[in-house]
């Protein structure tokens, strides 16, 4: 199977390619893997990357992309590459979670972040699928679902939250996402992908025009 996986939910962005050659393993082996300091108003890296890999390697059959949740920016970028991939070379399109990606070599982990809005969230993820959440908690709702943890239980961010002390930086990686994508048992996410949301899109209604009789 020719994988490229696609990786901007963090402030880390990366790319993956497994080809044909590679047996599903847990070690997750590649033909090519890139990390980079992701800009999120600055996506030219990622497309440098991207057309590297695309000449190195061709049209892949299998496209996927980390959902998130993290930056809906960029993780609308990746889908839109993807999508834009998918067009050329007829690949078969697929989401998944990128906090069931992370790096971390746990086979069991939570993962907090910041959610905005003086919100965060939180979710549990076994064997990489979400056995819970991601959960919307306060901050205060948080502190209390941590220390009710197991003492043992790694807790991982993606950006720096000095107020919950027992959560290490960990970051979702695209060699992860091109592994699980051999599994054919995972519960993809198909077209049309969209970003986790941790809530409802806000809307805004345009103002009704007044009437003067």
């Known amino acids: 199977m020719r994988v490229l996986a696609l990786e901007l939910s963090t402030v880390r962005g990366s790319i993956a390619r ?22 999120r108003k600055n996506s030219g890296t990622f497309f440098e990357n991207l057309a590297d890999a695309q000449k190195q390697f061709g049209a892949p059959d299998t496209i996927v992309v980390g959902l998130g949740p993290g930056s809906y920016a ?16 007829n690949a078969r399109l697929i989401g998944f979670p990128s906090i069931c990606a ?7 982990y939570c993962v907090v972040g ?12 076994r064997a990489n699928d979400l056995i819970e959440g991601p959960t919307l908690l306060s901050e205060i709702e948080l502190r209390d679902k941590i220390d009710k943890l197991e003492d043992n239980m790694s807790i991982f961010v993606s950006e720096k939250l000095p107020q919950f002390k027992r959560a290490a930086i960990a970051y979702p990686s695209a060699i992860v996402l091109a592994g699980l994508a051999q599994d054919s048992h995972r519960n993809f996410a198909s077209p049309p992908l969209e970003p986790i949301y941790l809530r409802e899109p806000h809307i805004t209604m345009p103002k009704r025009a007044r009437v003067v009789l």
Do not use: K, Y
């Open 18 to 39: 497994l080809n044909d050659d590679v047996a599903p393993s847990t070690e997750f082996r590649t033909s090519l893997a890139r990390e980079w300091p992701n800009d």
């Open 74 to 89: 960029g993780v609308r970028i990746a889908i839109s590459a993807a999508i834009g991939l998918r067009t050329a070379s």
């Open 102 to 108: 992370m790096e971390t070599g746990e086979d069991e």
């Open 114 to 125: 910041d959610a905005r809005r003086q919100s965060f969230f939180f979710a549990r993820v």
